[in-house]
Antibody, heavy 125, light 108 residues
Framework: QVTLKESGPVLVKPTETLTLTCTVSGFSLSNARMGVSWIRQPPGKALEWLAHIFSNDEKSYSTSLKSRLTISKDTSKSQVVLTMTNMDPVDTATYYC?????????????????WGQGTLVTVSS | SSELTQDPAVSVALGQTVRITCQGDSLRSYYASWYQQKPGQAPVLVIYGKNNRPSGIPDRFSGSSSGNTTSLTITGAQAEDEADYYCNSRDSSGNHLVFGGGTKLTVL
């Protein structure tokens, strides 16, 4: 059974750095043809992809947020960590981690087939 | 281009068929996936690739694509299908992912 669970602070102050952890079970972060992504959703707004990391440690970041984001993984702990610097009230959102499968359609389809429950992060002084 | 465009809202009468569309240049090169999100819940994958449903997704959900447009069709919409629907795909570079702005589906 694949599960992902986000953890981190509920409240951060403007200019602080946010650190979120995604703890996974039911699969290994070293499995081929998969990755873990971070996705956020401000209240009442659309989903926004932030970053992903693949099993070979290849990483990719949203172009608009690249300068503020760092994604990493600890395979032995089954954890993926996202840090976002210089937090602002507009970064208030529910942050999700999701399992990104690259195995569908012979590798031609990428899909988020498992999601965490999400964690709401509020940025306020 | 890194944008995927969706109509903000669509409505359908109970039992009728509705199509939700997603447009973007990258869709000429990459398949999309579709997600259903109900209030207070995480998104759920409903369609991936050309027209593939994960286990447990009813067969009234189907997908199609043509040119720069991908579509999610619900044939015989049910009250429980009322939700927000998001498309997702890679951008034109192939290295980043992008979501559409979402479509709020109302079942009348």
């Amino acid at each position: 059974q694949v599960t992902l669970k986000e953890s981190g602070p509920v409240l951060v102050k403007p200019t602080e750095t946010l650190t979120l952890t995604c703890t996974v079970s039911g699969f290994s972060l070293s499995n081929a043809r998969m990755g873990v992504s971070w996705i956020r959703q401000p209240p009442g707004k659309a989903l926004e992809w932030l970053a992903h990391i693949f099993s070979n440690d290849e990483k990719s970041y949203s172009t608009s947020l690249k300068s503020r984001l760092t994604i990493s993984k600890d395979t032995s702990k089954s954890q993926v960590v996202l840090t976002m610097t210089n937090m602002d009230p507009v970064d208030t959102a529910t942050y999700y981690c999701a399992h990104l499968s690259l195995a569908y359609c012979g590798g031609d389809c990428w899909a988020f087939d498992y999601w965490g429950q999400g964690t709401l992060v509020t940025v306020s002084s | 281009s890194s944008e995927l465009t969706q109509d903000p809202a669509v409505s359908v009468a109970l039992g009728q068929t509705v199509r939700i569309t997603c447009q973007g240049d990258s869709l000429r090169s990459y398949y999309a996936s579709w997600y259903q999100q109900k209030p207070g819940q995480a998104p759920v994958l409903v369609i991936y690739g050309k027209n593939n449903r994960p286990s447990g997704i009813p067969d009234r959900f189907s997908g199609s694509s043509s040119g720069n447009t991908t579509s999610l069709t619900i044939t015989g919409a049910q009250a429980e299908d009322e939700a927000d629907y998001y498309c997702n795909s890679r951008d034109s570079s192939g290295n980043h992912l992008v979501f559409g702005g979402g479509t709020k589906l109302t079942v009348l």
